[in-house]
């Protein structure tokens, strides 16, 4: 079982649209998670981090975190064509501290 | 200007060359990391500093050898190049004492082709 695992997409979604992306880990004692953006050949953009349960909301962007299902989730509301995108899930691993696990990322397509 | 840099941004290289990528950093970041990306694979973890006199291997430290030469520069060594080093390799750094935890910050990659 990888440790964060993500669907690879794509996920489309037309303009004006709710994107929801997802997440799954699997180490317990997980306490921070991120999601980050990353364009084709560019690096990876921090857009969200959450470390409690619940929802956390930045702009256009909520992040929710469910330790008990140990998933974490993303949703772009109002997406945009510059959304398009693909969105990677990291999450602090296992052992040691500042050691981030990456899923392989969602990538998300919104159509004009 | 750029909070962490990566020099050289792209390399052509032969198998059996030594390599060398160096990253740069204004953030004044404690903490810094060499990953590589490939495609299906995701961001693997090769190695990590947490100060200048704190190395520390990741996932997939073979073939590859790292120098923290200040707080503010990492450096990664590729000692002979093999083709299935080909990859995009990011650096980043992080700050436990500010912002979030964990929180980690790239470097805009290098793209390395070993033939």
């Known amino acids: 079982q990888k440790e964060v695992e993500q669907n690879s997409g794509p996920l489309s979604v037309p303009e004006g649209a709710i994107a929801s992306l997802n997440c799954t880990y699997s180490d317990r004692g997980s306490q921070s998670f991120f999601w980050y953006r990353q364009y084709s050949g560019k690096s990876p953009e921090l857009i969200m981090s959450i470390y409690s349960n619940g929802d956390k909301e930045d702009g256009r962007f909520t992040a929710q975190l469910n330790k008990a299902s140990q998933y974490v989730s993303l949703l772009i509301r109002d997406s945009q064509p510059s959304d398009s995108a693909t969105y990677l899930c990291a999450v602090n691993g296992p052992t040691g501290f500042q050691k981030l696990v990456f899923g392989t990322g969602t990538r998300l397509l919104v159509s004009p | 200007d750029a909070d962490v840099t990566q020099t050289p941004r792209n390399r052509i290289t032969k198998t059996g060359k030594r390599i060398m990528l160096e990253c740069s950093q204004t953030?004044?970041?404690?903490?810094m990391y060499w990953y590589r990306q490939d495609p299906g694979l995701g961001l693997r973890l090769i190695y990590y500093s947490f100060d200048v006199k704190d190395i520390n291997k990741g996932e997939i430290s073979d073939g590859y050898s790292v120098s923290r030469q200040a707080q503010a520069k990492f450096s990664l060594s590729l000692e002979s190049a093999i083709p299935n080093q080909t990859a995009l390799y990011f650096c980043a750094t992080s700050d436990p004492g500010g912002g979030g935890p964990d929180e980690q910050f790239f470097g805009p990659g290098t793209r390395l082709t070993v033939l």
């Open positions: 953030k004044g970041h404690d903490r």
